[in-house]
């Protein structure tokens, strides 16, 4: 399996597409969080919570 990307451009730069999935949207919402939390305090700072070894 390969995968090949050509002429790719920075993501602000293209119309985003709209979607009727309002669990979708939760779900980029909360990526778009975890991604700001963890560039402000360091990768892995947050994640989904099956990532992560249980206490004990």
Sequence with gaps: ???RG???VA???VAEQLSLD????DRL???RAVD???RRFGPGT???AAS???AG
Excluded: D, K
Excluded at 22 to 25: L, P, V
């Design 46 to 48: 947050v994640g989904p």
């Design 29 to 31: 919402r909360a990526e």
């Design 6 to 8: 050509e002429q790719l």
């Design 22 to 25: 309002a669990m979708r949207e």
């Design 52 to 54: 992560h070894r249980h």
């Design 1 to 3: 399996m390969a995968i």
């Design 36 to 38: 700001a939390l963890n």
């Design 11 to 13: 993501a602000e730069t």
